[in-house]
Every structure is written in structure tokens, then in C-alpha cells.
């Protein structure tokens, strides 16, 4: 049984092959349209969403499938009348493929552990891998290479998004830059660190941590910044986040300093004049709107893998 937790678990070459698939979805989605005919998809939802929720539904009905919307907030999961569990056993029995948004990582490898049925991550706090998978989409799109890029990313970088870029760029021969305040609580995780770097190591890449965004920004081919306000993050801490933050945000000045066909993207949701300046964002060089959209392509590009996976297995059974 496969699931997408992280991208740890997933080596390049099934990453290019979901690339290439996703990219004649993209093309001829009206060859897929049947592609998921009488599966069913239960999205579990603790955490909010827009991108993540439209675009697997989306997904799933574009390619003859369906839907469901669970929601912790109302359901006995939620209330803790109901074990993760006992939640995905039964699950497994009706469906064929979850979805789950949820705080906390260990939730998701609990889930995991449990269900029979394909799990896929749509966010935790340590990773986000379709977010990712969508971005690699859109760079290759839009570059038409992945191998010897440059990468930049800037503000907290102890994110899911960072940690899912840190797995992903080294893998596929690509070069990151993280640019973060260098106190711990805004750092990735020392064992993701650890791991890209032994990754880009056999693959002849680099992973630099670096203190000072105009350094970061020299040269690179993706200039990349997430929310410095998390769902989980309260709201009191904004005053201070803000003063650590702001000597990384993304601005004209940044920009100028990486290369001239560099592209900006931010996964969304965005603030501007936080993270990036509104110039940045609603600039020539910005591409969130194209990552968010390559999100419904990826997602169904994720889904045809994982079913069809369970499908062999099943069978071979």
C-alpha cells in the first residue's frame, strides 16, 4: 500500500513520473474524465482550507469520482468520542482513498498505520507535499527544467513547506537557499537539514542556511516565501514574528538581486506587505496563481497513482 506522507518517501524518478503525468492531465483532462469513475474520495479536515479542499473535490469530480467532506470540527473524531482508529478502519470500508488536513503530523502516521485505503498528507505541521509536488509542476512548467536550478526561500523556515522543499529540491538535482532569522524556533528541523543535505550531496547540489536575504536572493532562478502567521501560530506572537521576520521579506529590492527570468511564488494564503510586497506579488514576475492552479492537476496526478497502486495490490492479494 502506498500513501503520500512525506516526500522523503518518494524517489525522484516516481516524482518525475507523477510530473509528466500531472502535465497531460494538465493538457487533455477530457482523457482522465472517467479516471476515477464510482471512487470515492473522504477528505478529513481539521485544519482550513481553500486550495487544498477545492482542489482535491475538484479533482475528484473533474475525473468521474466523488467527494465527501468530513469535518473534525463537528464529528465525533473531533469531540473525542471516536479514536483516530476505529475512524479509519471504518473509513476503509466505505472509501477508497482519504485525504486528511490536520495539525499534527503524528495524527497522519496514526492514520496511516491503521487504514487499508490509500492516505494522502494534505498538510500537517511538519510537511506538505502536494503544496510542493504543485510547485515542482509549475517551475518546470514555466522553466522547462528542474536539474541545476536555484531554489531561495525566505522567512520561517521551520514550516511544512520548507521541510517538503528541503526533501524535494536536492532529489531533483536542484540547489536551495534557506534565508531565516537564526534563532531555532525559525530554523528547519535538524533531521530534515540533515537529510536534504546528505541527499544533495550524492546528487552534486547544495542546501545553505543563510542569515541575510540579499545573499540568498543572488542569482537564484526561484524566489519563495510562505505566511509568517500559521493557523497554529496565536495571535499575540504577531508583533515579535514580525520584528524577526521583516529583514526577510520579499521585496523590490530582493528581487533585483536574483536572476532576471527568476520567478516569485508564495503557496498562499498571502499578506501583503508582510511577507512580500505588494509589488512582488501582483508583479510580472509572480506565479502564485499558477502554482494554485497546478494544485487541481498534481492533486488528480497523486490520486490515479495511489488508487492505481492499491488496485495492484489488491489484485495481486
Given at each position: 500500500m502506498?500513501?503520500?506522507?512525506?516526500?522523503k518517501?518518494?524517489?525522484?524518478?516516481?516524482?518525475?513520473?507523477?510530473?509528466?503525468?500531472?502535465a497531460?492531465?494538465?493538457?487533455?483532462?477530457?482523457?482522465?474524465r472517467?479516471?476515477?469513475?464510482?471512487?470515492?474520495?473522504?477528505?478529513i479536515?481539521?485544519?482550513?482550507?481553500?486550495?487544498t479542499?477545492?482542489?482535491f473535490?475538484?479533482?475528484?469530480?473533474?475525473?468521474?469520482?466523488?467527494?465527501?467532506?468530513?469535518d473534525?470540527?463537528?464529528?465525533?473524531?473531533?469531540?473525542?468520542?471516536?479514536?483516530?482508529?476505529?475512524?479509519?478502519?471504518?473509513?476503509s470500508?466505505?472509501?477508497d482513498?482519504?485525504?486528511a488536513r490536520?495539525f499534527?503530523?503524528?495524527?497522519l502516521?496514526?492514520?496511516v498505520r491503521?487504514s487499508?485505503?490509500?492516505?494522502i498528507?494534505?498538510?500537517?505541521?511538519?510537511?506538505?507535499?502536494?503544496?510542493v509536488l504543485g510547485?515542482?509542476?509549475t517551475?518546470r512548467?514555466?522553466?522547462?527544467?528542474?536539474?541545476g536550478?536555484?531554489?531561495?526561500?525566505f522567512?520561517?523556515?521551520?514550516n511544512?513547506?520548507t521541510h517538503?522543499?528541503?526533501?524535494?529540491?536536492?532529489?531533483?538535482g536542484?540547489?536551495?537557499?534557506?534565508?531565516?532569522?537564526?534563532k531555532?524556533?525559525?530554523?528547519?528541523?535538524p533531521?530534515?537539514l540533515?537529510?536534504?543535505?546528505?541527499?544533495?550531496e550524492?546528487?552534486?547540489v547544495s542546501?545553505?542556511i543563510?542569515h541575510d536575504?540579499?545573499?540568498?536572493?543572488?542569482?537564484?532562478?526561484?524566489v519563495y516565501?510562505?505566511?509568517?502567521m500559521?493557523y497554529?501560530?496565536?495571535?499575540?506572537?504577531?508583533?515579535a514574528?514580525?520584528?524577526?521576520?521583516?529583514?526577510?521579506q520579499?521585496?523590490?529590492?530582493?528581487m533585483?538581486?536574483a536572476?532576471?527570468?527568476?520567478?516569485f511564488?508564495?503557496?498562499?494564503?498571502?499578506?501583503?506587505?508582510?511577507?512580500?510586497?505588494?509589488?512582488?506579488i501582483?508583479?510580472?514576475?509572480?506565479v502564485?496563481?499558477?502554482q494554485?492552479?497546478?494544485r487541481l492537476?498534481?492533486?488528480?496526478?497523486?490520486?490515479?497513482?495511489?488508487?492505481?497502486h492499491?488496485s495492484?495490490?489488491?489484485?495481486?492479494?
Amino acid at each position: 500500500m502506498k500513501h503520500l506522507v512525506t516526500l522523503k518517501d518518494w524517489d525522484c524518478d516516481t516524482i518525475r513520473s507523477l510530473l509528466d503525468r500531472a502535465a497531460d492531465i494538465k493538457k487533455e483532462p477530457s482523457r482522465y474524465r472517467d479516471a476515477m469513475r464510482y471512487r470515492v474520495l473522504v477528505m478529513i479536515f481539521e485544519k482550513p482550507s481553500l486550495r487544498t479542499r477545492v482542489s482535491f473535490e475538484v479533482g475528484a469530480v473533474q475525473m468521474g469520482g466523488y467527494a465527501i467532506y468530513y469535518d473534525m470540527s463537528t464529528s465525533p473524531l473531533g469531540a473525542g468520542k471516536e479514536n483516530i482508529a476505529d475512524t479509519v478502519r471504518v473509513l476503509s470500508r466505505y472509501a477508497d482513498i482519504i485525504m486528511a488536513r490536520l495539525f499534527e503530523h503524528a495524527k497522519l502516521e496514526e492514520m496511516v498505520r491503521y487504514s487499508t485505503i490509500p492516505v494522502i498528507n494534505g498538510l500537517t505541521d511538519f510537511s506538505h507535499p502536494c503544496q510542493v509536488l504543485g510547485d515542482l509542476l509549475t517551475i518546470r512548467d514555466i522553466k522547462g527544467r528542474l536539474q541545476g536550478l536555484t531554489l531561495a526561500y525566505f522567512g520561517d523556515a521551520n514550516n511544512n513547506v520548507t521541510h517538503s522543499l528541503l526533501f524535494a529540491c536536492p532529489k531533483m538535482g536542484m540547489n536551495i537557499r534557506i534565508a531565516c532569522p537564526g534563532k531555532p524556533r525559525y530554523m528547519p528541523q535538524p533531521a530534515v537539514l540533515e537529510e536534504a543535505r546528505k541527499t544533495a550531496e550524492h546528487n552534486g547540489v547544495s542546501v545553505e542556511i543563510l542569515h541575510d536575504a540579499v545573499s540568498a536572493a543572488r542569482g537564484a532562478d526561484i524566489v519563495y516565501t510562505d505566511s509568517w502567521m500559521s493557523y497554529h501560530i496565536p495571535a499575540e506572537e504577531l508583533e515579535a514574528r514580525i520584528g524577526d521576520l521583516k529583514p526577510f521579506q520579499v521585496n523590490a529590492a530582493v528581487m533585483e538581486q536574483a536572476d532576471s527570468d527568476a520567478i516569485f511564488m508564495n503557496c498562499l494564503p498571502a499578506l501583503r506587505g508582510y511577507e512580500q510586497t505588494a509589488e512582488v506579488i501582483d508583479g510580472a514576475q509572480s506565479v502564485v496563481f499558477d502554482q494554485a492552479e497546478n494544485r487541481l492537476h498534481i492533486q488528480k496526478a497523486i490520486m490515479l497513482y495511489l488508487l492505481e497502486h492499491a488496485s495492484r495490490n489488491t489484485s495481486a492479494a
